[in-house]
């Protein structure tokens, strides 16, 4: 197809989950991949058929149109710089950055550019969420002023390479002491309050199975929205145990819970629809309040894997098409990434309220 959108992916190995859904989208195509491990670089652009190969990011800018930064966390501000600069649309993994004064350059960057940036938060797409998000703005849970958002996931086999030598892992997700990599949980549970937090409050429960680690193995930050609203977050990348995503949400007119695990189904309760106090199957409600994009996808989705990741890549795409604001514009990465960057300052302070900077001032 001419005039197709070219898309390079920077981090061969977490990157190659994007080949699907680019390669279903007619208006694009991967035609370059870069890393500095040439055995990576080559094993995707082989399974993949991509013939640019690239070990240097600036070389690779100058043959792509759109850049996925599937790379470290502390390289993705100075790499989506650096491609706005050059003109070249952005798709950054989480999260959007590292320091806060990081924060501020990458907005400026964003705020000059003639290219489009997004953050590429997936759980925001994930089904259940976006049926949530529909029902809360259907007014189904009433006035909503809590909730919940978990991520427990022990990767302490990922702090280290085979030979033993520390990873990016090591120094920037467990190197320091905060509610570091938040905008899994905190992300979806934001857009269903539909505003941002103001201010947080982070206590940690000590260091116990690892104590080459500065983070402390569960680390709980809370949030205060601007309207009052109070959202916890549970962050624990260190602990033993098997791991698990949880979302809770409540309102004046009902709540919800997702699953925790083991065959446990995720359930709703609505004041208005059910007697009692009974619990519903989440699923009941896909019928009449699923999203219609969801429940018909367009043909090309067929081909793209899982529908979440399709239409995380479909929307930033139509906003470039449209010339229109990509739905995770680097104000919302913001809004994801911060909280989490400032509850540093308050876990060592003893979980003092930090103030969270408002980027749209």
């Known amino acids: 197809m001419a005039n197709q959108l070219k898309v390079g992916i920077v981090g061969a190995h977490r990157g190659s989950s994007y080949v699907q859904p680019f390669t279903a989208i007619a208006e694009t195509n991967i035609t370059a991949v870069c890393d500095i491990n040439e055995a990576a670089l080559h094993s995707v652009a082989e399974r993949f058929g991509i013939r640019q190969r690239f070990t240097d990011y600036s070389e690779m800018l100058n043959a792509v149109d759109m850049v996925v930064l599937a790379t470290p966390e502390n ?39 003639s290219a489009k940036y997004t953050m590429a938060e997936n759980t925001c797409y994930s089904r259940s969420n976006v049926l949530i998000r529909n029902m809360v703005a259907q007014g189904l849970f009433g006035e909503v002023y809590f909730g919940e958002g978990e991520y427990v996931h022990n990767v ?122 009974t619990w519903r199957a989440l699923s009941a409600f896909e019928a009449d309040f699923l999203p219609e994009r969801w429940k018909n996808p367009p043909a090309e989705a067929e081909h793209a894997g899982d529908l979440g990741e399709y239409f995380k890549v479909r929307d930033f795409v139509d ?32 979980g003092v309220p930090v103030a969270v900077p408002d980027f749209r001032a």
């Open 319 to 350: 906003s470039i098409l449209n010339d229109t604001v990509p739905p995770l514009d680097v104000y919302t990465a913001m809004d994801f990434t911060v909280p989490g960057l400032v509850s540093e300052e308050s876990i060592a302070k003893g």
């Open 75 to 113: 390289l993705h501000v100075p790499q989506a710089i650096e491609a706005l600069e050059a003109g070249k649309h952005v798709i950054s993994e989480v999260t959007a950055a590292v320091k806060l004064d990081e924060c501020y350059e990458l907005v400026n960057a964003v705020r000059k550019a």
């Open 156 to 277: 302490k086999s990922l702090h280290h390479d085979a030979t033993g030598n520390p990873t990016w892992r090591y120094y920037w997700q467990v190197g320091i002491n905060r509610c570091n990599y938040a905008t899994h949980s905190l992300g979806p549970v934001l857009q269903w309050f539909d505003e941002r937090v103001s201010s947080v409050c982070c206590l940690g429960t000590g260091v116990h199975t690892d104590s080459e680690h500065a983070m402390e193995d569960t680390v709980m930050m809370l949030c205060k929205t601007g309207s009052g609203g109070l959202i916890k977050i549970r962050i624990d990348m260190l602990s033993n145990r098997p791991a698990n995503s949880y979302f809770s949400l409540q309102g004046t007119k009902g709540c919800y819970e997702s699953s925790r695990g083991f065959g446990a189904a995720s359930k709703v309760w609505l004041s208005d629809m059910d007697a009692g106090e």
